[in-house]
């Protein structure tokens, strides 16, 4: 028998939980070298490809930039990648040549820069059978922002390829899509891509909802 003052669970109201942006405590857990705490003995991190690994070996770097215009000193950013044949792996292993799961942040010092040691990632093929350019897909999660931001990092250098890919081709306006486009560098005999996230105000990068 239902007690006299009680309600059905139907018709029970309960509250939201309080939403809260990526505090220092997101440093302490995940990256713990930027936090200042000793490292665990295996560290998701930023280098996702060994000198062996196959495929052309890079280093992509870049601030996140707010909407005032000044540099996030505290974003972390998670990346994940098609090897260079272009096939996403799903098991993970730190000590494999390659793996296609990687974090990095930026710091106080230096710049304020996040950095990827990586390899260059081949065309992926969707499920529709459409080639998506080669790329990199990033998360940004800093405070100030609820639910992490979703982009890609595509390739100055494979303007052919992005001219005909499917994601680029859905961003209407050509300028905003070159908001998505890593610049090439060549330092130290090394290739490097830059690419800096803009998360409001002019040059905003384009994020995504999936």
């Known amino acids: ?12 109201m309960l ?46 770097v870049g601030t996140v930039i707010d909407g005032n215009g000044d540099l996030v000193r505290d974003a972390l950013l998670e990346a994940w990648q098609a090897d260079a044949q272009g096939q996403y792996r799903p098991e993970f292993d730190l000590h494999k040549p390659f793996n296609g799961f990687g974090r990095t942040a930026t710091t106080a010092e230096g710049g ?9 990632p081949g065309a992926v093929t969707r499920g529709d059978g459409k080639v998506m350019a080669p790329h990199i897909n990033l998360a940004i999660f800093a405070r100030g922002i609820n639910i992490h931001l979703q982009t ?9 390829a992005n001219a005909a890919c499917p994601v680029l081709n859905a961003i209407e306006s050509p300028a905003r899509r070159q908001t998505l486009v890593a610049k090439r560098e060549q330092v130290d005999g090394k290739v490097r891509y830059r690419f800096d996230i803009r998360l ?9 909802d999936f």
Request: some cysteine; charged content about 25%; aromatic content about 8%.
């Open 1 to 12: 028998m239902q007690q006299p003052n009680s309600r059905p669970c139907s018709e029970l």
């Open 15 to 60: 509250r939201e939980t309080a939403s809260q942006t990526a505090g220092p405590y997101v440093h302490i857990g995940l990256a713990l070298h930027v936090a200042g705490l000793p490292e665990r003995d295996e560290e998701i991190w930023s280098q996702m490809a060994r000198p062996e690994a196959e495929g052309e070996h890079i280093e992509v």
């Open 112 to 120: 304020s820069e996040w950095s990827l040691t990586t390899i260059k």
């Open 152 to 160: 890609r990092l595509y390739f100055e250098d494979e303007a052919e």
């Open 200 to 208: 409001q105000g002019e040059g905003e990068t384009v994020f995504f």
